[in-house]
């Protein structure tokens, strides 16, 4: 027999089909790590696997409308600690489209240049998407090509210091009212005392402090110690 499974659009161009995310492929035929491929209406989508992306797996975790994790198709976003692409490709699949027929801006920032070669090579055929080589702690080398505040933030850096890096770049780029996505790897703040649960909490209130945090996601069982703070600039 059939398995319907149920389908609802996040967006135009996210879908989730029972626990499967899907985006409509702004690069129609190409598979940018291996996912499947599938038609929805005759459209073809990417499958988003959670288990390689903390948005990916933000968007089935969350205790909220998960379309509230994402940019709005057609604006600037900026993306801290892009590593090879893959969450960044879904995001272009979203804000930008085929030939960025959205019109979108993805400024995606990492410091390795292997990164910055895998996401060169996928800004070739996905335009809108700004690769960087930077770091996220010295914006005034790379923050001229953010020229206006923007709504959307993520961060996904995964090196000591991740929530002090998060609020500077909240402070810099947010608006209010803008949304951050903080991905915490625990493991990277060692130099704390206390194990996984001290370290989240220190975090917790430390963005408290600052901005209004709207979720705290546990990502285990996707990506172990680690966890996705949701936040609202003030
Ligand atoms: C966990 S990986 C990112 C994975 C990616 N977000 C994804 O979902 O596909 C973390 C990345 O952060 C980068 N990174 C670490 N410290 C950084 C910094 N200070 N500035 C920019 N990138 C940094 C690393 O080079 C690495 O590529």
């Known amino acids: 027999?059939?398995?319907?499974?149920?389908?609802?659009?996040?967006?135009?161009?996210?879908l989730l089909e029972g626990?499967?995310?899907?985006?409509?492929?702004?690069?129609?035929?190409?598979?940018?790590?291996?996912?499947?491929?599938?038609k929805f209406r005759g459209v073809e989508h990417r499958r988003w696997d959670p288990n390689?992306?903390?948005?990916?797996?933000?968007?089935?975790?969350?205790?909220?409308?998960?379309?509230?994790l994402l940019p709005k198709p057609g604006s600037t976003v900026l993306y801290l600690g892009a590593g090879h692409g893959t969450t960044i490709s879904h995001l272009h699949d979203h804000l930008c489209g085929a030939s960025n027929?959205?019109?979108?801006?993805l400024v995606a920032v990492d410091l390795a240049p292997r990164c910055l070669r895998d996401l060169t090579h996928l800004a070739e055929s996905r335009p809108g998407l700004v690769p960087v080589l930077g770091d996220a702690r010295k914006f005034d080398a790379w923050g001229v090509l953010v020229p206006s505040r923007i709504d959307w933030l993520f961060q996904d850096v995964?090196?000591?210091?991740?929530?002090?890096i998060f609020l500077s770049a909240v402070r810099r780029f947010l608006s209010k009212d803008g949304i951050g996505l903080l991905s915490l790897k625990a493991a990277s703040e060692r130099h704390q005392d206390g194990g996984d649960t001290d370290i989240f909490?220190?975090?917790?209130?430390?963005?408290?402090?600052?901005?209004?945090?709207?979720?705290h996601i546990n990502l285990t069982g996707f990506e172990d110690q680690h966890a996705l703070f949701i936040i609202r600039r003030k």
Do not use: C, F
């Open 201 to 215: 909490a220190t975090a917790v209130a430390r963005l408290s402090a600052e901005v209004e945090l709207i979720e």
């Open 19 to 38: 626990r499967n995310v899907w985006t409509v492929n702004a690069n129609p035929g190409v598979a940018v790590r291996g996912e499947s491929l599938r």
């Open 158 to 164: 995964a090196q000591a210091g991740q929530v002090e």
């Open 52 to 68: 390689r992306s903390k948005l990916g797996a933000g968007l089935l975790r969350t205790r909220k409308d998960p379309s509230n």
């Open 1 to 14: 027999m059939a398995n319907h499974r149920r389908i609802r659009p996040l967006s135009d161009y996210v």
């Open 101 to 105: 027929t959205h019109r979108g801006r």
